[in-house]
């Protein structure tokens, strides 16, 4: 792997956020994290990330917000959006990937499926 | 008064009508009729209130009292019927197209073409008088305004004015050749002039009670010490009051079959429901309009003492006396309003029987004439409905200079009235009695007729010299029992009661024999059943009688002819969706299109002619009177059958409805059911997922430096805990509402428990700097309840409160008691609870339910467990919301003495 990938992990949930950023690191990416929406739009910006891996309730914006506003944005036109939710209707994952999410990925996921879906993903 | 000021008063008036019949026929081009409307539908009926009523009633008045009314009394009680018989009526004048009321009558038996001329022409002898009435009425109170003006000059203004008139009603009255069509503007224009008549004749009693007397007390009191006046506060006599119940029974019969009366009533009447409004608003404008009928016959008596002034004209001559200009214009407009509505409806009334049933039949009857219908017969029928509107108002002049001054004003009116009450038994018998046939209805009606004229009109003839005095004196040929004015003896009535009780008499027992001993046609026995059993054949189509070969072309050449090609194809098209006939059916035509193509000719030139016509263009056979019955039969039991499937029909849609109901419920309960299944497993993965992710990451990596190993064992020890947490409350809530929860009853002092509890969270509070203080009384605070489960309640409020304060916050523990409820509150200074939110904070996983934004932390489940705990305990919990500055949260509970019942109960329950 010559450049490690960029890697924006949002979620509310602190043990699942210090789960995932130890297990991206481990997996060769460059991970930052967000506890919130309001978080993860600042990172956004600065930091432009390959890929969001993205919880959708939280406290202040929604991750569909999120998804919204990278995929309205030419500056993160190459940027994927992962989701993460424990929300495991169809309707939910519908939406998320007509927002335009390349995964939706349902709470509890295994470590390595999510590492191998991700990485698929990028290469 | 300047005769000039006065035509130009008529002038104006005259245009004024012009524009609202204008107004109203616009307004009905862009959609919203002003006729179709309950009150104007009642004004119209006012048309009843002629110049007669204006000025004749006052005449009649200082003459005879109160008997005047009776003309009022009878049409009140007639209003009583409007709704049954008015609007069967209605009902079958809508359905057959029947446009007048000697269209009505042939209609009725069997489409019968001499019946309808029969019936026109009576009306015309008898009604043509009454429309001259009406000018005569214009032509004296033109006098009364300007008595200093030559003759021949308010002679020639009434002339002006009869032109007009037929200006108007011929530019508003021959629209459409349809004359089923509403005359919008006409109709109109009679509604205003009813507004404006009673406005006027009130404005004129007003002046003559208030203003010439002291009001009504001071003109009673004075004529109470007249001479003859104080004779006419009673009906005299025996044989008054007889005459007066004869007229009522005569107006009766007038408001309802009086050409005008039946024009307004019936074939100007857009929705039947209007009879409804009709039925009290049409007798209170009588009752108004003739509140000061009596003041100003009196007034006037009393005014003119010594003079002689004809008393039809008081309620013009007193403001004129008095040098009241604008009042006289005023009342002057009114009385003119009263004359001109009843001209223009009768002469629309009368002009439509003329033309539809003497002129046309006449003519089509002419083989020269029939031979050469084309596309302009239209233009010719509104031609000849136009000559006969001008015809009749010319005759109707002539008859006013000629004849007219030899009668008073009431005597032609109830003359009219009782030459139109002959064909009362034809039309009330008709649409009740299956059997009247048309000999019984036409021997009737002239019989009826002939006494009528012999009786009321050989006499008025004789006082205008006309026939020698003697036949009255002593009877034809010196019979004295054929005297006209006392026929068989009868004598002591007066000439209207004597000449309706012997024209009556013969006209309804012609009409019952000749029914009952003549045998019926095919299709007299086929209206009779449509006339009768209206109700069943408005909307049904079953039973066509019509038999024979007709082809399409034909007929649509026929309606074209009459309607336009627009029209004509529109109409029939139109017929044969709705009653899914084929119209290319090799050119041949259902009998169906052909008794449909009938009635609508039939709304152009009445059924008798439209018969006639229908049959020239088809060959027909004869259907036998037995294959009728056969048909009505038939067609009887096809209704009953489709009766009987309708309320099938209706009750299953019901049943449906309620099954959609009930299913509505069920899934709404089901949804209910996985919604909370979704949130309790939703709530479930959130833990899980970071046990599950930290263990594979120990496991995969077991040479995680020991700080991480710790951290990550830790974390996975408190999500666990999170998760029995959560299972315990969802089980614990499970259990409330399932109703398996034991209360475990002690009484205990919940003061106490508050103190306790408040001292223990303390420290949490300190962590955040916010003050929390409970003051609460000393004194024991006891309730009967569960102690754990009250405590539980407790707790999530306090630890609520506290999550929900920010910093240096504060929050209060109160408790007070009021009708042997405990109620425990706690307030914190929060930002409170969204408005929309408020009603739902109690509800089980509120915080995800169909949401993305998270709530702040918390299971979503301890306000609803709150909740239950509450309730198992008879008490109420409740939010009292101030959003930006905090939320106090109360709950109740039923103290030790309240609660004795709760133990019982409990008890029993163990």
């Known amino acids: 792997m010559n450049q490690a990938y960029k890697i924006l992990v949002v979620d509310d949930d602190p043990y699942i956020l210090m789960s995932l950023e130890f297990l991206m690191r481990k997996n060769g990416f460059d991970v930052m994290i967000a506890r919130n929406g309001t ?85 | 008064m300047n005769s000039w000021i006065i035509i130009g008063a008529a002038l104006f008036y005259l245009i004024l009508l012009f524009a609202v019949a ?3 026929e616009y307004q009905q081009k862009k959609g919203n009729s002003i006729i179709n409307n309950g009150y104007v539908y009642a004004l119209s009926l006012a048309v009843y209130c002629t110049a007669w009523t204006y000025y004749g009633s006052v005449g009649r008045a200082t003459t005879n009292g109160i008997t005047f009314s009776a003309i009022y009394i009878g049409p009140t009680i007639a209003a009583a019927c409007f709704i049954p018989v008015l609007r069967k009526i209605i009902r079958i004048t809508k359905a057959q197209r029947i446009n007048s009321i000697a269209d009505f009558i042939s209609t009725r038996y069997g489409k019968n073409a001499t019946l309808a001329a029969v019936v026109s022409i009576f009306c015309v002898v008898g009604v043509l008088p009454y429309i001259a009435l009406q000018l005569k009425a214009i032509t004296l109170s033109l006098s009364v305004l300007s008595s200093d003006v030559l003759n021949d000059i308010t002679g020639n203004t009434s002339l002006y004015i009869t032109v007009g008139l037929a200006f108007f009603i011929v530019v508003f009255g021959t629209r459409s050749v349809d004359a089923t069509e509403k005359h919008e503007g006409l109709v109109a224009a009679v509604a205003f002039e009813s507004l404006i008549k009673l406005f006027a004749f009130i404005a004129g009693g007003l002046f003559v009670t208030y203003g010439i007397f002291n009001g009504f007390d001071d003109i009673f009191k004075q004529a109470s010490n007249h001479t003859t006046l104080k004779n006419l506060f009673t009906i005299n006599g025996e044989h008054g009051l007889t005459d007066w119940f004869a007229t009522i029974c005569l107006s009766m019969m007038a408001v309802l079959f009086l050409p005008r009366q039946f024009q307004v009533g019936v074939i100007e009447n857009v929705k039947e429901e209007h009879l409804k409004k009709a039925t009290w608003l049409f007798p209170l404008y009588l009752l108004v309009i003739n509140i000061f009928v009596i003041p100003i016959a009196f007034g006037g008596t009393l005014f003119y003492q010594n003079q002689t002034i004809d008393a039809d004209t008081y309620v013009l001559a007193i403001p004129m006396s008095n040098q009241q200009t604008a009042l006289s214009l005023l009342i002057f407009i009114g009385g ?39 596309s302009s017969i239209g233009k010719v029928i509104l031609y000849i409905r136009r000559y006969s509107i001008v015809m009749i108002l010319l005759l109707a002049y002539l008859y006013d200079k000629m004849v007219a001054e030899y009668f008073s004003l009431v005597s032609i009116g109830l003359i009219s009235f009782t030459a139109v009450a002959q064909f009362a038994p034809a039309i009330i018998g008709g649409i009740y009695w299956k059997t009247a046939s048309k000999n019984g209805a036409m021997a009737g009606i002239l019989l009826g007729f002939g006494i009528w004229f012999y009786t009321l009109i050989i006499p008025a003839m004789v006082d205008v010299k006309l026939i020698q005095e003697s036949i009255v004196i002593s009877g034809p040929w010196n019979i004295s029992w054929l005297k006209p004015t006392a026929l068989f003896g009868l004598t002591g009535l007066n000439n209207i009661t004597h000449a309706l009780y012997w024209s009556l008499l013969f006209n309804i027992s012609a009409y019952i024999l000749f029914s009952l001993y003549s045998k019926l046609n095919a299709k007299e026995v086929y209206q009779a059943e449509l006339f009768v059993d209206a109700d069943k054949h408005v909307s049904e189509n079953y039973s066509v009688i019509w038999r024979g070969t007709a082809y399409m072309p034909e007929l649509f050449m026929l309606l074209q002819n009459f309607l336009g090609k627009e029209r004509a194809s529109n109409l029939l098209q139109n017929y044969a969706n709705r009653h899914q ?14 008794t449909f193509s009938e009635k609508i000719l039939a709304g152009v030139i009445g059924s008798a002619s439209a018969r006639i016509m229908v049959s020239k263009v088809t060959k027909e056979e004869e259907v036998s009177i037995n294959e009728v019955f056969k048909i009505l ?27 959609k109901q009930a299913n509505a419920q069920l ?11 979704y949130t309790v497993t939703h709530e479930l993965r959130t833990p899980l997922t970071s046990i599950r992710s930290l263990s594979e990451i120990l496991v995969e990596h077991p040479d995680i430096d020991e700080d991480q190993r710790i951290n990550f064992v830790t974390a996975i020890a408190r999500e666990t805990e999170r998760l029995s947490h959560l299972i ?54 006891l309730v009967f309840a569960d102690a754990d489960l009250i405590q539980q309640v407790i707790i999530n409020l306090l630890s609520n409160a506290i999550k929900f304060t920010p910093e240096y916050g504060c929050i209060d523990i109160t408790i007070r008691e009021e009708s042997e409820y405990l109620f425990v509150s706690v307030k914190d200074t929060g930002k409170g609870i969204p408005e929309e939110e408020v009603e739902h904070i109690f509800d089980k996983f509120f915080q995800a339910r169909n949401q993305t934004i998270k709530k702040p932390e918390g299971t979503g489940l301890g306000l609803a467990i709150c909740k239950r705990i509450i309730d198992m305990h008879k008490g109420e919990i409740y939010v009292e919301n101030h959003p930006g500055k905090g939320a106090i949260f109360t709950f109740t509970i039923p103290t030790f003495v309240r609660n004795e019942s709760l133990i019982a109960h409990n008890e029993s329950s163990l």
Do not use: W
Not at chain 1, 72 to 85: E, L
Not at chain 2, 635 to 657: G, P, V, Y
């Open chain 1, 39 to 123: 978080e993860a739009m600042e990172l956004l910006d600065q930091y432009s990330p390959d890929v969001v891996l993205l919880d959708i309730m939280m406290p202040d914006v929604d991750g569909y917000a999120i998804c919204s506003h990278i995929r309205s944005s030419t500056k993160h036109q190459y940027c994927k959006v992962v989701f993460m939710s424990a929300k495991s209707k169809d309707t939910d994952i519908k939406k998320g990937l007509d927002l335009g999410a390349s995964l939706y990925i349902t709470k509890p996921f295994s470590n390595k499926e999510l590492v191998h879906k991700i990485s698929a993903l990028l290469d």
């Open chain 2, 667 to 677: 899934m709404s309960m089901d949804e209910l059911k996985d919604e909370f299944l």
């Open chain 2, 336 to 374: 003119f309003s009263a004359a001109a509505s009843m001209i223009m409806v009768e002469t629309i009334a009368l002009s439509t029987m003329v033309s539809n049933n003497l002129v046309m039949p006449f003519l089509f009857s002419q083989p020269s004439f029939a031979n050469q219908i084309d």
């Open chain 2, 728 to 781: 315990t409350k969802v089980l614990n809530l499970e259990k409330y509402e399932s109703g398996k929860q034991k209360l475990h009853l002690t009484s205990f002092d919940i003061g106490a428990l508050l103190k306790h509890l408040t001292e223990e969270y303390q420290h949490l509070a300190i962590q955040k700097q916010i003050s929390m203080s409970c003051k609460i009384p000393n004194s024991m605070l």
């Open chain 2, 581 to 594: 006939i084929n119209l290319n059916h090799n050119g041949v035509a259902d009998p169906r299109m052909v």
């Open chain 2, 633 to 659: 039969h038939e067609s009887q039991q096809l209704m009953e059958l489709n009766k009987e499937l309708r309320k099938k029909s209706i009750e299953l849609t019901k049943a449906t409805e309620q099954l």
């Open chain 2, 22 to 24: 204008y107004f109203a």
